[in-house]
């Protein structure tokens, strides 16, 4: 069953970076936009399985270092005319801490 799991501060976070949680599931990256809004995707491009955690945050997106595919850091999905999906999971910022459901 998924539960909350406290993670990290935000602040901790940098701004249009990300960090990498180790878990059962794989890496996950939880990535901090521009506007401090926090998402959680696998750490693993549907291309070709970059570390989307290194890509470039714009907007609520995140281009793969590897070959530059667009994927939403909403829900996972590649920016057409690529097509793929990464998981996505639910992530939520309470007083100052990212926690993750897992
Ligand atoms: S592995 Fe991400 S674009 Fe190719």
Not at 51 to 64: A, D, N
Request: aromatic share 6%; with cysteine; glycine share 10%.
């Amino acid at each position: 069953m998924s539960e909350w799991k406290r993670i990290i501060e935000l602040t901790e976070i940098p701004q249009l970076g990300s960090r990498v949680v180790r878990s059962a599931k794989g890496d996950i990256a939880i990535f901090r936009n521009s506007e401090n809004k926090v998402f959680a995707l696998r750490d693993q491009c549907p291309h070709k399985g970059g570390p989307l955690s290194q890509g470039i945050v714009h907007g609520e997106t995140v281009t793969c270092p590897l070959h530059g595919w667009n994927i939403s850091l909403v829900d996972g999905t590649a920016t057409a005319p690529d097509e793929g999906h990464t998981t996505c999971f639910e992530v939520k910022i309470d007083s100052g801490v990212v926690f993750l459901k897992i």
